[in-house]
């Protein structure tokens, strides 16, 4: 509460507040009888923008890896969901290896089964690999249709912008997709056919505050694989005893366009040749 008398037309109070005040004025005439009371609609101070949460992607996938969150271990999925894992001496220790990232605050959080389990999170974390920047996200086409959630924290959003670029470093000024007004909608559809197969790309999601404060999550790097894996030759058939063997070389199968292991293959078994 802060009191001040005067006898001018404005006043200057030091703003070290945040969140939400208001202003009562009241006039006294020379035998102190007050008039009734005027208040403000209010006056926020704001000084924190808001955050973007549970970002999802149509169609997007990655290898999955461990990825840190304030030194806590979580398995990364392909859907680009995080799973928290056991706090066990394997874990945590990965995560002191590395240096804390934001990408783990933007996508959302599910369980599955076993993930809290202490030998099942030893084993995902001594053999996959740590996130790092450098792991890519792949599309099936450059349409990007994007959804995403927001903590505010008493901060009210004024805006949501998105654009592309072809760098990290580019989050101010993105050279491939200039920043898009969203309308305050927190989702973003957009098509952009100049995007090659062999080109990396980042996504930046902007939010802007009414008190003009802004955070801007970065994505990617992104990588567009419209091309299916092939094979080299075709893989070998063996009948040992009462049992069908099938055997292929780790090479048998390649895709150009992905630079990671190829780590998911499906089989089928049938009367019909090649069902």
Request: negative net charge; hydrophobic residues 35%; glycine residues 4%.
């Given at each position: 509460?802060?009191?001040?008398?005067?006898?001018?037309?404005?006043?200057r109070?030091?703003?070290?507040?945040?969140?939400?005040?208001?202003?009562?004025?009241i006039?006294?005439?020379?035998?102190?009888?007050?008039?009734?009371?005027?208040?403000?609609?209010?006056?926020?101070?704001?000084?924190?923008?808001a955050?973007?949460?549970?970002?999802?992607?149509?169609?997007?996938?990655?290898?999955?890896t461990?990825?840190?969150?304030?030194?806590?271990?979580?398995?990364?999925?392909?859907?680009?969901?995080?799973?928290?894992?056991?706090?066990?001496?394997t874990?945590?220790?990965?995560?002191?290896?590395?240096?804390e990232?934001?990408?783990?605050?933007?996508?959302?959080?599910?369980?599955?089964?076993?993930?809290?389990?202490?030998?099942?999170?030893?084993?995902?974390?001594?053999?996959?690999?740590?996130?790092?920047?450098?792991?890519?996200?792949?599309l099936?086409?450059?349409?990007i249709?994007?959804n995403?959630?927001?903590?505010?924290?008493?901060?009210?959003?004024?805006?949501?912008?998105?654009?592309?670029?072809?760098?990290?470093?580019?989050?101010?000024?993105?050279?491939l997709?200039?920043?898009?007004?969203t309308?305050?909608k927190?989702?973003?559809?957009?098509?952009?056919?100049?995007?090659?197969?062999?080109?990396?790309?980042?996504?930046?999601?902007?939010t802007?505050?009414?008190?003009?404060?802004?955070?801007?999550?970065?994505?990617g790097?992104?990588?567009?694989?419209q091309?299916?894996?092939?094979?080299?030759?075709?893989?070998?058939?063996?009948?040992?005893?009462?049992?069908?063997?099938?055997?292929?070389?780790?090479?048998t199968?390649?895709?150009?366009?992905?630079t990671?292991?190829?780590?998911?293959?499906?089989?089928?078994?049938?009367?019909?040749?090649?069902v």
């Amino acid at each position: 509460m802060v009191y001040k008398e005067l006898t001018g037309t404005s006043v200057r109070l030091p703003a070290n507040f945040t969140g939400k005040r208001f202003l009562t004025i009241i006039a006294l005439n020379h035998a102190m009888e007050s008039s009734k009371p005027v208040c403000s609609d209010g006056i926020t101070r704001d000084i924190s923008a808001a955050l973007i949460r549970n970002v999802t992607l149509e169609h997007a996938a990655w290898t999955e890896t461990v990825i840190c969150q304030k030194g806590l271990p979580y398995l990364l999925q392909s859907n680009l969901q995080k799973v928290p894992l056991y706090n066990s001496t394997t874990c945590l220790s990965k995560c002191n290896l590395i240096a804390e990232t934001t990408l783990a605050d933007y996508f959302p959080a599910t369980h599955i089964s076993g993930s809290k389990d202490h030998d099942i999170s030893d084993f995902i974390c001594q053999f996959l690999p740590l996130y790092t920047n450098e792991t890519l996200v792949y599309l099936p086409n450059d349409h990007i249709v994007l959804n995403w959630e927001v903590e505010e924290s008493g901060s009210q959003v004024d805006d949501f912008y998105v654009g592309l670029g072809l760098d990290a470093t580019e989050k101010d000024s993105p050279s491939l997709v200039d920043y898009i007004s969203t309308d305050r909608k927190p989702y973003f559809k957009h098509r952009h056919e100049a995007i090659g197969s062999n080109e990396l790309f980042y996504i930046f999601i902007k939010t802007v505050n009414k008190a003009g404060l802004s955070n801007i999550a970065i994505l990617g790097p992104f990588l567009i694989d419209q091309t299916p894996p092939q094979y080299k030759y075709i893989p070998r058939v063996k009948i040992s005893e009462e049992s069908i063997l099938f055997a292929w070389e780790s090479d048998t199968f390649y895709d150009d366009e992905q630079t990671a292991e190829i780590n998911q293959l499906a089989f089928q078994f049938g009367r019909l040749s090649c069902v």
